[in-house]
């Protein structure tokens, strides 16, 4: 299997905020916050061609308070997620790849999904050594596109040390 890293689209930030108005009209309350996370979300950053939006939520269950909305516009929630702290929704066959991440509010994984996202933004030379080490290891044939994340762990567990000390050094807040 071929991965394919693109470089930086524009039409990646539009994109991300028409799924957002959508997410709006059929969230509640329980939605605290929708963000552009991912290699999408930072301008000038290669990346695959899928959006990442987290939903920050004030509880992960009930799966259907928020569920049930996202599954009106064509998402659904994918089952086999390991990580037992977050819900992961795809979108239906023949919709714009999307992969919606939700998880609750002041979680671990939700402030660090933000920070890391931050951290590439505020840091130009970090995004073309990311995006180098991707495109690098994007050139291997890889049995599945598991493979290739578990290959990109390293890399993304090098910067993740170094968002943490920016975040340090800068009192970084996810706003």
């Not at 890293?5 to 039409?11: A, F, V, Y």
């Not at 979300?41 to 509880?59: E, M, N, R």
């Not at 997620?81 to 919606?100: A, L, Q, W």
Request: overall charge neutral; aromatic content about 10%.
């Amino acid at each position: 299997m071929q991965i394919v890293i693109m470089d930086h689209q524009p039409r990646w930030a539009e994109e991300y905020r028409a799924i957002e108005q959508a997410l709006k009209d059929v969230v509640g309350p329980e939605v605290r916050r929708i963000d552009h996370i991912g290699s999408t979300s930072v301008p000038g950053l290669a990346a695959k061609d899928i959006i990442d939006i987290q939903l920050s939520v004030t509880a992960i269950e009930p799966v259907a308070a928020y569920g049930r909305g996202l599954e009106t516009l064509g998402y659904f929630e994918k089952p086999g997620n390991p990580e037992r702290n977050k819900r992961y929704f795809r979108e239906s066959g023949g919709m714009r790849r999307t992969h919606i991440h939700i998880r609750e509010s002041g979680a671990f994984g939700q402030q660090f999904a933000l920070l890391f996202r931050d951290y590439l933004r505020a840091s130009p030379g970090e995004c073309e050594y990311y995006a180098a080490q991707k495109r690098e290891l994007a050139q291997r044939e890889w049995e599945n596109v598991s493979d290739f994340g578990d290959a990109k762990d390293p890399l993304f567990w090098e910067i993740a040390r170094r968002a943490n000390a920016w975040q340090q050094a800068t009192a970084w807040r996810s706003g």
